[in-house]
Protein backbone atom coordinates (compact mmCIF):
# COMPACT_ATOMS: atom_id res chain seq x y z
CA UNK A 1 0.00 0.00 0.00
CA UNK A 2 0.85 3.77 -0.81
CA UNK A 3 2.33 5.22 2.90
CA UNK A 4 1.69 8.98 3.71
CA UNK A 5 5.23 9.26 3.22
CA UNK A 6 5.50 7.90 -0.06
CA UNK A 7 2.40 10.97 -0.97
CA UNK A 8 4.24 13.22 1.23
CA UNK A 9 7.86 12.62 -0.69
CA UNK A 10 5.79 12.70 -4.13
CA UNK A 11 4.14 15.83 -3.60
CA UNK A 12 4.35 18.61 -6.08
CA UNK A 13 4.31 22.77 -4.36
CA UNK A 14 2.21 24.96 -5.69
CA UNK A 15 3.72 27.84 -7.58
CA UNK A 16 5.47 30.55 -4.87
CA UNK A 17 3.66 33.25 -4.15
CA UNK A 18 -0.04 32.02 -4.80
CA UNK A 19 -0.70 32.72 -1.22
CA UNK A 20 0.07 36.31 -2.18
CA UNK A 21 -1.95 35.93 -5.63
CA UNK A 22 -5.11 34.32 -4.20
CA UNK A 23 -5.24 35.11 -0.69
CA UNK A 24 -5.54 31.05 0.30
CA UNK A 25 -2.23 29.36 2.04
CA UNK A 26 -0.09 27.82 -0.01
CA UNK A 27 -0.75 24.14 0.20
CA UNK A 28 1.07 21.33 -1.34
CA UNK A 29 -1.23 18.82 -3.94
CA UNK A 30 0.13 15.15 -3.65
CA UNK A 31 0.78 13.51 -6.56
CA UNK A 32 0.09 9.84 -7.75
CA UNK A 33 3.72 8.28 -7.25
CA UNK A 34 2.59 5.61 -10.13
CA UNK A 35 2.25 8.60 -12.38
CA UNK A 36 4.92 7.87 -14.96
CA UNK A 37 5.62 4.14 -13.43
CA UNK A 38 6.15 1.53 -16.78
CA UNK A 39 3.34 -0.81 -17.09
CA UNK A 40 5.40 -3.96 -15.81
CA UNK A 41 5.21 -1.75 -12.46
CA UNK A 42 1.62 -0.96 -12.05
CA UNK A 43 0.69 -5.01 -12.77
CA UNK A 44 3.02 -5.34 -10.58
CA UNK A 45 1.58 -3.19 -7.69
CA UNK A 46 -2.21 -4.95 -8.67
CA UNK A 47 -0.54 -8.05 -7.71
CA UNK A 48 1.02 -6.57 -4.39
CA UNK A 49 -3.09 -5.31 -3.85
CA UNK A 50 -4.52 -8.75 -4.69
CA UNK A 51 -1.58 -10.60 -1.69
CA UNK A 52 -3.13 -7.13 0.81
CA UNK A 53 -6.61 -8.17 -0.46
CA UNK A 54 -6.04 -12.00 0.21
CA UNK A 55 -4.16 -11.64 3.74
CA UNK A 56 -7.49 -9.23 4.65
CA UNK A 57 -9.80 -12.03 3.64
CA UNK A 58 -7.80 -14.12 6.29
CA UNK A 59 -7.92 -11.93 8.70
CA UNK A 60 -11.81 -11.70 8.14
CA UNK A 61 -12.06 -15.04 8.39
CA UNK A 62 -10.04 -15.43 11.56
CA UNK A 63 -11.69 -13.01 13.27
CA UNK A 64 -15.06 -14.85 11.68
CA UNK A 65 -13.48 -18.00 13.73
CA UNK A 66 -13.07 -16.29 16.73
CA UNK A 67 -15.97 -14.58 16.87
CA UNK A 68 -18.32 -18.24 16.51
CA UNK A 69 -15.44 -19.81 19.18
CA UNK A 70 -16.03 -16.83 21.70
CA UNK A 71 -19.62 -17.67 22.94
CA UNK A 72 -22.11 -18.24 23.97
CA UNK A 73 -21.87 -14.53 25.24
CA UNK A 74 -20.31 -14.15 21.56
CA UNK A 75 -17.53 -11.29 21.18
CA UNK A 76 -19.68 -9.21 18.66
CA UNK A 77 -17.74 -5.83 19.40
CA UNK A 78 -14.30 -7.50 19.05
CA UNK A 79 -15.60 -9.56 15.30
CA UNK A 80 -16.96 -5.87 14.66
CA UNK A 81 -13.91 -3.96 15.19
CA UNK A 82 -11.89 -7.09 12.78
CA UNK A 83 -14.83 -6.18 9.86
CA UNK A 84 -14.41 -2.39 10.36
CA UNK A 85 -10.25 -3.05 10.18
CA UNK A 86 -10.52 -5.31 6.96
CA UNK A 87 -13.09 -3.02 5.16
CA UNK A 88 -10.38 -0.41 5.32
CA UNK A 89 -7.52 -2.67 3.88
CA UNK A 90 -10.55 -3.20 0.86
CA UNK A 91 -11.68 0.15 0.61
CA UNK A 92 -7.78 1.49 0.48
CA UNK A 93 -7.06 -1.05 -2.04
CA UNK A 94 -9.95 -1.34 -4.50
CA UNK A 95 -8.94 3.08 -4.66
CA UNK A 96 -5.71 2.34 -5.35
CA UNK A 97 -7.25 0.02 -8.11
CA UNK A 98 -9.51 1.80 -9.35
CA UNK A 99 -6.86 4.68 -9.94
CA UNK A 100 -4.48 2.11 -11.61
CA UNK A 101 -7.72 1.40 -13.91
CA UNK A 102 -7.76 4.92 -14.63
CA UNK A 103 -4.41 5.32 -16.04
CA UNK A 104 -4.63 2.07 -17.99
CA UNK A 105 -7.98 3.19 -19.58
CA UNK A 106 -6.62 7.01 -20.11
CA UNK A 107 -2.92 8.36 -20.34
CA UNK A 108 -1.65 5.00 -20.98
CA UNK A 109 -4.28 4.08 -23.39
CA UNK A 110 -4.15 0.54 -21.97
CA UNK A 111 -7.89 -0.54 -22.72
CA UNK A 112 -7.76 -3.98 -22.66
CA UNK A 113 -5.03 -3.94 -19.23
CA UNK A 114 -7.90 -1.66 -17.55
CA UNK A 115 -10.22 -3.92 -18.78
CA UNK A 116 -8.82 -6.60 -16.80
CA UNK A 117 -8.16 -4.40 -14.08
CA UNK A 118 -12.33 -3.80 -14.01
CA UNK A 119 -13.33 -7.09 -13.95
CA UNK A 120 -10.69 -7.99 -11.22
CA UNK A 121 -12.23 -5.32 -9.17
CA UNK A 122 -15.74 -6.62 -9.86
CA UNK A 123 -14.73 -10.13 -9.01
CA UNK A 124 -13.64 -8.98 -5.93
CA UNK A 125 -16.70 -7.03 -5.15
CA UNK A 126 -18.33 -10.30 -5.42
CA UNK A 127 -16.21 -12.28 -3.97
CA UNK A 128 -16.31 -9.90 -0.52
CA UNK A 129 -19.86 -9.87 -0.98
CA UNK A 130 -20.50 -13.61 -0.97
CA UNK A 131 -18.19 -14.01 1.79
CA UNK A 132 -20.33 -11.73 3.87
CA UNK A 133 -23.46 -13.39 3.01
CA UNK A 134 -21.78 -16.59 4.08
CA UNK A 135 -20.84 -15.37 7.30
CA UNK A 136 -23.97 -14.13 8.16
CA UNK A 137 -25.91 -16.77 7.30
CA UNK A 138 -23.15 -18.81 10.16
CA UNK A 139 -23.98 -16.67 12.95
CA UNK A 140 -24.82 -18.04 15.70
CA UNK A 141 -28.24 -16.15 15.97
CA UNK A 142 -29.30 -17.78 12.75
CA UNK A 143 -28.29 -21.58 14.06
CA UNK A 144 -30.66 -23.98 13.53
CA UNK A 145 -31.91 -21.25 10.57
CA UNK A 146 -29.23 -22.16 8.39
CA UNK A 147 -29.98 -23.32 4.42
CA UNK A 148 -27.41 -25.69 3.85
CA UNK A 149 -28.45 -25.98 0.08
CA UNK A 150 -27.93 -22.39 0.12
CA UNK A 151 -24.80 -21.82 1.70
CA UNK A 152 -22.83 -25.15 -0.84
CA UNK A 153 -24.42 -22.55 -3.84
CA UNK A 154 -22.37 -19.90 -1.76
CA UNK A 155 -18.96 -21.53 -1.26
CA UNK A 156 -19.42 -22.59 -4.50
CA UNK A 157 -19.61 -19.30 -6.03
CA UNK A 158 -16.40 -17.61 -3.84
CA UNK A 159 -14.41 -21.06 -5.28
CA UNK A 160 -15.69 -19.93 -8.56
CA UNK A 161 -15.40 -16.34 -8.10
CA UNK A 162 -11.64 -17.12 -7.12
CA UNK A 163 -11.03 -19.26 -10.06
CA UNK A 164 -12.35 -16.22 -12.34
CA UNK A 165 -9.55 -13.54 -10.43
CA UNK A 166 -6.82 -15.99 -10.78
CA UNK A 167 -7.61 -16.16 -14.25
CA UNK A 168 -7.93 -12.42 -15.26
CA UNK A 169 -4.76 -12.28 -13.18
CA UNK A 170 -2.97 -13.80 -15.53
CA UNK A 171 -4.48 -12.50 -18.22
CA UNK A 172 -3.35 -9.14 -17.01
CA UNK A 173 0.25 -9.95 -16.82
CA UNK A 174 0.41 -11.92 -20.16
CA UNK A 175 -1.43 -9.00 -21.75
CA UNK A 176 0.62 -6.73 -20.26
CA UNK A 177 4.10 -8.20 -21.28
CA UNK A 178 2.31 -7.81 -24.67
CA UNK A 179 1.86 -4.01 -24.22
CA UNK A 180 5.55 -3.39 -23.65
Do not use: C, N
Amino acid sequence: MITAEAVAESAVSVAPGAEAATGVPEREEPVWPWKDAPIRALVQRIHQLQAERAQAFRRLEEGHRQYLSSGPPYDFPRYRSTVHEVTQIFAAASREVMAVEAELAGPRVQPLLASHVRSLQQLEETRLATVALLQLMGAPELTGQEDTVQMHQLKMKVIKTMEAISEVLQDLRFDAESAE
